[in-house]
């Protein structure tokens, strides 16, 4: 049997909120499975969804930049070891400058990313520069690139000085309502509430089917004591449930919660005689698992 270690137990209460003897025993149970010990935790009724908020210990930022005519945009995280460099002058011209470029390179993978061009070197090399001159090491972690085809625009939106930052790619079927202030102010609207929501993915299609399969059997044992002919009933409620705290078309707006994500681009289409539609989206969220 594994050895419960109280780090793995404060692990577990940290990501289920759980008291520490039932942390301690789900472990047990398990074998010291930390995955397994959840699912334990939320079948017996006694922790919630891991919402996966447990953050690494890395600093820096994330950062967005679109071109000038709305058409891509980008959203990069780049990391550092301190909130001191993080907030930087010379770390903020540098991410800024990488974003910068990286929009206007129209690379997609961070990859060739590293590898392009960059004030006289690729741009992996550029960065262990300034590892020298900042004193810490620097890694691009992640990157993102979203070229927007027909109509519409690319937005993006940094929360909390670069701690969680959003891009999205939004269409219409008109190119003139890409230009309408209304248009913009509700593509503004969805960047914030995917900011603050933090949707798993756009629709039920976007939940991985491993991910679903494992909510339905939790939500299954936790219905285990009711009669036989109502469970699937029970389930199927509390999965439509899952997927309307976890898809974006699906969520209450935020301004809104009785007004869903769809039902609001349905509105502000039909106001502007048009269809919107949110084509996909990113969220970085500094130093989360990945």
């Known amino acids: 049997m594994a050895d419960i270690t109280a780090a793995l137990v404060k692990e577990l209460r940290e990501k289920t909120n759980a008291g520490m003897m039932d942390c301690k025993r789900a472990l047990t149970e398990t074998g010291g499975d930390l995955q397994e010990a959840e699912d334990y935790l939320r079948k017996k009724g006694i922790a919630g969804a891991s919402k996966k908020a447990a953050r690494d210990a890395n600093e820096g930022a994330v950062v ?36 910068a470029h990286a929009v206007a390179s129209g690379i997609t993978s961070l990859e060739d990313l590293l590898a392009s061009d960059y004030q006289g070197s690729s741009l992996e090399d550029f960065v262990k520069g300034k590892i020298a001159a900042l004193g810490e090491n620097l890694v691009v972690r992640r990157f993102e690139h979203f070229d927007v085809e027909g109509g519409g625009i690319a ?17 219409c079927g008109k190119e003139a309502t890409a230009g309408d202030d209304r248009f913009r102010e509700v593509v503004k609207d969805v960047t914030l509430h995917v900011a603050a929501a933090a949707p798993a993915g756009l629709s039920r299609d976007d939940i991985p089917a491993e991910v679903v399969a494992r909510e339905k059997e939790i939500f299954t044992e936790q219905m285990k ?8 009933k029970i389930v199927s409620g509390k999965l439509d449930k899952f997927f309307a705290n976890s898809c974006l078309l699906e969520q209450g707006f935020i301004k809104d919660p009785d007004l869903s994500i769809k039902a609001l681009l349905e509105a502000k289409g039909k106001e502007l005689e048009d269809s919107i539609e949110v084509r996909r989206f990113a969220r970085f969220a500094l130093g989360e698992e990945v």
């Open 225 to 232: 004591d009711k009669p036989a002919n109502v469970i699937d």
């Open 64 to 99: 967005a930049c679109l071109s000038n005519d709305g058409k891509s945009g980008v959203l990069l995280e780049i990391n550092c070891e301190t909130d001191f460099v993080a907030k930087n002058e010379t770390f903020q011209e540098f991410i800024s400058g990488v974003a």
């Open 155 to 171: 937005a993006s939106y940094i929360h909390m000085a670069g701690r969680v930052g959003v891009l999205v790619d939004v269409g």
